[in-house]
């Protein structure tokens, strides 16, 4: 049995939804790497020793991360050794987005932009698990539109997925389990690739330092990413 771990990241006109597929062992790998990690900078940097691996706090000195506030390269550094802890254990990464701008004026009552992207996703995980004959079971951060979504994904068992690519989820674990992040290293993992992998695809504005690590954290998540599309209606 697989395990996918998901999260999401969005801008103003952009919504994506990321995955990590993990078989047992490798989810065990990552869950004993990111926990070496964790002590690791509590010993050096003085953090909670059960601190979230959550990117938008690492990389603006937030919270529990508030240590490193005006230390990019330290904060560069962390994000990166959690995609090499990710990419070491030899789990799969998905990212699926919605251009939201296009969506909304595409459509008079659009889909929910977390909906869509995690539909996406879930058809590529659905792909993955009939590749190699397996299932997986999903975990995901609490949003405020879990409910709705759960029942979304469960129709989806008894008919195929809307769009170019019609799936029946019948390889993935119904429900999909809704927990608090800083519960899951997984999510945690997930939360990570998904923001760094939106950032490259998305912001092309900004530091020429702020592009360089981007594109450096991009490419250290390079090795394990099976899929990355945004879909522009």
């Known amino acids: 049995m697989l395990h996918t771990f998901i999260d999401e990241s969005y801008g103003e006109d952009d ?23 964790r002590k690791d900078i509590s010993r050096t940097h003085g953090t909670p020793g059960d601190i979230e691996f959550h990117a938008h706090e690492i990389m603006q000195g937030k919270k529990s991360w508030s240590c490193f506030d005006g230390r990019a390269h330290e904060s560069v550094m962390v994000c990166r050794k959690v995609v090499h802890a990710v990419v070491n254990s030899g789990a799969r990464i998905h990212l699926q987005g919605v251009d939201v701008r296009k969506l909304n004026a ?24 009939k590749r190699h004959d397996e299932t997986s ?6 949003i405020d539109d879990s409910g709705t979504a759960i029942a979304a994904i469960e129709g989806y068992v008894r008919q195929a997925t809307p769009g170019y690519r019609p799936t029946k989820l019948l390889r993935i674990h119904q429900p999909i ?22 950032r490259h695809r998305e912001v092309t504005k900004a530091h020429p330092k702020a592009l360089k690590a981007s594109r450096q954290l991009f490419n250290a998540a390079k090795p394990s990413i099976d899929s990355i599309r945004k879909w522009e209606p």
């Open 106 to 129: 595409r459509y008079r009552y659009p889909d929910n932009p977390y909906r869509i992207s995690l539909r996406h996703l879930l058809e590529r995980v659905e792909g993955h698990c």
């Open 137 to 142: 079971t999903v975990t995901a951060d609490i």
């Open 15 to 37: 919504y994506y939804v990321g995955g990590v597929i993990f078989t047992e062992q490798q989810l065990a790998t990552l869950t004993s790497d990111l926990e070496l990690l």
């Open 177 to 198: 389990a809704y927990v608090d992040s800083c519960t899951s290293l997984g999510i945690q993992a997930a939360d990570v690739v998904t923001y760094i992998l939106r």
